[in-house]
Structures are given as C-alpha cells and as structure tokens.
C-alpha cells in the first residue's frame, strides 16, 4: 500500500476501535425477551385454563330439563347423567326431569332406563333452562352383557 | 473486579429463566395441542437412537408363560388361566368378566392404538341362554366406564357401545356370519382419535366415532355363558404418520 492510500489520522478521529457493547443494552435485550417468555406463558396458562374444567366451573350454571318417554311414546320414569361431572338426577313417572346447576358450555347429557341408556349432546346456558323437549329412550334394545 | 463477577452471575440467572421458561411454554403448547410430554420425550429419545421407552414391553402377551397373565386385573380377583398357549376365561353362566390392563396403558406412548387379538376362539360353556362372546375394552377408566368392541356369538352380531356409569350406549353394530362361533378369530380394533374401526381377519367390519373417552385402559370381557380363549395380544400406538 503507498503512502497515499494510508488512512490520514482524522480518519481515526473518533476511536481505533469500535464502542464496546452497551452492558445497559444487552440487560434491555434480556429483560425483553424475559417480559415476552412471561406473556407468552401467561396467554399459554390462560388456554389451559379456558380448556379445564375449573372454568366451566366459574363460567356459570344453567339447567336442564325434559321428558322421557319409550319407543311407544309412552313416559318412563329414567336417571340423567351428565358426562364428565358427578351430577345426576331422575325424573317422575311422568318422564319429566330437570337438573340444576350443570356447568354450561357443552354437555353430554346421558338418559338411562335400566341399563340401555341414549345420549344427547346439548349447548347449555349460564343462567338459563335448556329444554331437551321430548327424548325417546331406546327401552327394548339388546345390549350384550 | 467485584461488580464484573456480579454482572457474570446477572447474565446466568437471565439465561436460566429463559431457558425454564421456553420450557414452561413447549410444556403448556404440548398441552394444549394434546400431545403428551411423554410422548414428545420418547419421540425424540427413539430418534436419537434410544429405547428408553418400549412401548411394546408391557403391550404384548404371546400367553406362553404365567407371566404374562399377572398384567390383566378381573372385577372379581379372578386369573386368567392358561391352556396350551392361550389365556382363557371361563364363564360362570351368571355375568361376564372383565379383565383389564392397567400397565399396558401406561406404557403407550398416546391414547390412539392399535389393538391385535390373534386365534380367539369362543365356546358355549354354560347352555343357559345367556350371551356368549368375546369383548375389547379400550379407553376405559374401569369396567362401567369406557368403549366395549363385542363379539356376540349367540346373536351373531359384532358392536361397538359406550358405557357410561355402567349404562350402555349403543354407537354401531353388525351382523356377523353365524360361523364365526366355530373358527379362530383374529381381531384388530384402531382407535384414533373418536374414530374406532374393527378388523376380522384384515377385513374392516366395524366402524363408531365418539370423543367422550379420550384416555384409559385396555381390557378383555368373556360374556357369561361361554368360554373365550386367546393367543395373542398386543397393543401398538398408531402414529401420525401411519394414518396420513
């Protein structure tokens, strides 16, 4: 290289060497990425929660109710489960039944006489009566014990 | 020299609070996408050439020794009983027993398998008029909760029922060649999904689909009033792969 093309001195006005890394910097870039990971498991905990059954829990109840009758239409006395709960209840000799304080949001409702029983998938409101209307229970259906 | 060995340690807090916490979120995302951390840790240990989880250890019963009988637990502390290298249930004419395998479950890497039943046989054992077949629990949590695939040898008839709380709910059903009562049978139930489909002899005969049940164990049931006996059972999860 000749001496012409050697850098002049001005050109090393500000410094031989490049700033060292802002420490300051680096900490914001860190404290970013924690504050997302937070957010991001936050948001995560919150699915978990919507999709448990502790929310169905605070979301509110509602009640249900119907009559039973056979495959002649005449009204049978049966027991209602609901799916995934422990809640239960039985109708009159009238084939009427109502349950209260059942989770909303999606319910499989069970409906039995004797052993063979029919299952009705209903979206129940919080607060409200979801009204199955008339249910045919199968009641001489062979079932395979 | 004091505050430079403060900042050093800083960083490594940092680096380990990120680190828990990209794993706290693959946990949560695996959850929520219903993929088991187990499965996910098996995946990855198979393909880095591992075998920490065999899943066909505790899944597959070629009934050639006693052991293999003490994995299968009866709702009335009955064993199975082995005979010329098959495990056989007899029925006591009254109700049916039901044998279920609580380890085998366990080991399965998810709740989508494929359940083989190889050389079934069924007899009538007890000439009462009661049912006489052979059944599948899969997906139960006991033995009045779960899916049953059944076999009806006096009917003739092949069905796929819900039981909730011991109350039976019919989801599909088949009639079956009457002569199935007096050959081996060879069974395959898939369960993906909410989606079952039962195999007699390669052959799809059954289908159902319902999503009540997502996890449980399997078992095996012989109606009262016969007597079942069968070679083989093995179980093997069904991967993604498989059914694209």
Redesign the interface.
């Known amino acids: 290289m000749s001496l012409e093309d050697s850098p002049s001195l001005e050109d090393f006005s500000d410094d031989f060497l490049s700033p060292p890394p802002d420490k300051v910097d680096k900490k914001r870039r860190f404290s970013l990425i924690l504050v997302s990971l937070v957010l991001l498991i936050v948001i995560l905990l919150g699915i978990n929660f919507a999709q448990s059954g502790a929310y169905a829990q605070l979301a509110g109840k509602g009640s249900l109710s119907g009559y039973a009758v056979n495959e002649s239409g005449d009204a049978i006395a049966v027991e209602i489960f609901i799916f995934g709960t422990d809640i239960t209840g039985l109708s009159g000799d009238d084939g009427y039944f109502e349950i209260k304080n059942v989770p909303s949001g999606e319910r499989s409702v069970i409906i039995a006489f004797g052993d063979i029983a029919t299952e009705k998938i209903v979206i129940l409101d919080a607060g409200g009566n979801t009204d199955l209307g008339t249910v045919t229970v199968p009641t001489e259906l062979e079932i395979d014990y | 020299m004091r505050k430079g060995k403060t900042?050093s340690g800083q960083?490594f807090v940092?680096y380990a609070?990120?680190l828990a916490?990209?794993a706290?979120?693959a946990i949560?995302?695996l959850?929520?996408s219903g993929v088991s951390v187990r499965e996910a840790y098996c995946k990855a240990v198979v393909s880095l050439g591992g075998n920490a989880c065999d899943e066909n250890k505790d899944c597959s019963f070629a009934f050639d020794s006693s052991s293999d009988l003490d994995a299968w637990e009866s709702n009335n502390d009955n064993k199975l009983s082995l005979e010329d290298g098959k495990a056989c249930i007899t029925g006591d004419g009254k109700?049916?027993q039901s044998y279920l395998n609580p380890s085998c479950s366990k080991s399965l890497l998810s709740d989508d398998y494929s359940i083989s039943l190889s050389d079934l046989t069924v007899d009538k054992e007890v000439d009462n008029n009661?049912?006489t077949?052979f059944?599948t629990w899969f997906r139960a949590k006991d033995d009045q909760n779960g899916y049953?695939f059944?076999y009806?040898s006096r009917?003739n008839?092949v069905?796929f029922?819900?039981i909730?709380?011991?109350?039976?709910?019919?989801l599909s059903e088949k009639k079956v060649p009457s002569n199935w009562g007096n050959q081996e049978l060879d069974f395959k139930i898939d369960v993906k999904g909410d989606t079952f489909i039962a195999y007699q002899d390669g052959e799809a005969i059954l289908q159902a689909r319902d999503g009540?049940y997502t996890e449980g164990q399997i078992g095996i049931r012989n109606?009262?009033s016969s007597k079942s006996c069968i070679g083989d059972i093995s179980v093997e999860n069904i991967s993604s792969e498989e059914t694209k």
């Open positions: 900042l960083g940092e609070l990120i916490g990209v706290l979120a949560l995302i959850n929520i109700s049916a009661k049912n077949g059944d049953l059944i009806n009917t008839y069905r029922w819900k909730v709380n011991g109350k039976w709910i019919r009540a109606k009262p």
